[in-house]
């Protein structure tokens, strides 16, 4: 059974930075990919950023240039740097992973929360 725990959420002032994590677990094979999507209120989820086993990252545009996607492969943890956090950055945040196990799967956290407000 594999779990992604996502963590670092918070209540931040725009301008300021916050870094979620999230961390697989489990009988984990190799991971081909990990993703970190949002959905705001009222809103339809979109991918925020991706990156591969290989390193290959990419990012929405709203994003680009004040967010940064990172993965350390020894702990099998995804991170996301958010820098010049906006109101509009305001959103649940969840990470998403193709994972190997006995078979290859799609697996989503429960979420975290980000605020960002004066």
């Known amino acids: 059974q594999v779990q992604l725990v996502e963590s670092g959420g918070g209540l931040v002032q725009p301008g300021g930075s916050l870094r979620l994590s999230c961390a697989a677990s489990g009988i984990i094979v190799s991971i081909n990919v990990m993703r970190w999507y949002r959905q705001g209120p009222g809103q339809q989820r979109e991918l925020v950023a991706a990156i591969t086993s290989g390193n290959r990252r990419n990012y929405a545009d709203s994003v680009k240039g004040r967010f940064t996607i990172s993965m350390d492969n020894a702990k099998n943890t995804v991170y996301l740097q958010m820098n010049s956090l906006k109101p509009e950055d305001s959103a649940s945040y969840y990470c998403?992973?193709?994972?190997?196990?006995?078979?290859?799967?799609?697996?989503w956290g429960q979420g975290t929360q980000v605020t960002v407000s004066s």
């Open positions: 998403n992973a193709e994972i190997r196990t006995s078979y290859t799967g799609l697996y």
